[in-house]
Nanobody
Framework: QVQLMESGGGLVQPGGSLRLSCEAS????????MGWYRQTPGKQRELVAH???????TYGDSVKGRFTISRDNAKNTVDLQMNSLKPEDTAVYYC??????????????WGQGTLVSVSS
């Protein structure tokens, strides 16, 4: 069984920082792209940041210049450093990864979600 385990999140004041971490665990051959998405009630899940295995990074327009995504291929982890947080960044953040399994199938995995609240 392959799963994504998230950590981080919580309550922070506007202008503050938080760091989210996610680790893929279980039996698999390789983790391909990894990223973070977020969702608020009544809205569609949106891309926050994504990084390919080769290191190509894509950011959502609303977080460019404030958030930084990084990954460690050896540890199968992806982190999201969030700086200059705004109230509109409040959302449930989900880790995402594409995984090649040992059964030669491709899985798209989601973490359980972690709440980030930005409020004074």
């Amino acid at each position: 069984q392959v799963q994504l385990m998230e950590s981080g999140g919580g309550l922070v004041q506007p202008g503050g920082s938080l760091r989210l971490s996610c680790e893929a665990s279980g039996s698999f051959d390789r983790v391909n792209g990894m990223g973070w998405y977020r969702q608020t009630p009544g809205k569609q899940r949106e891309l926050v940041a994504h990084v390919t295995r080769g290191g190509t990074i894509t950011y959502g327009d609303s977080v460019k210049g404030r958030f930084t995504i990084s990954r460690d291929n050896a540890k199968n982890t992806v982190d999201l450093q969030m700086n200059s947080l705004k109230p509109e960044d409040t959302a449930v953040y989900y880790c995402n990864a594409g995984v090649d399994t040992t059964a030669r199938t491709y899985l798209v995995l989601w973490g359980q979600g972690t709440l980030v609240s930005v409020s004074s």
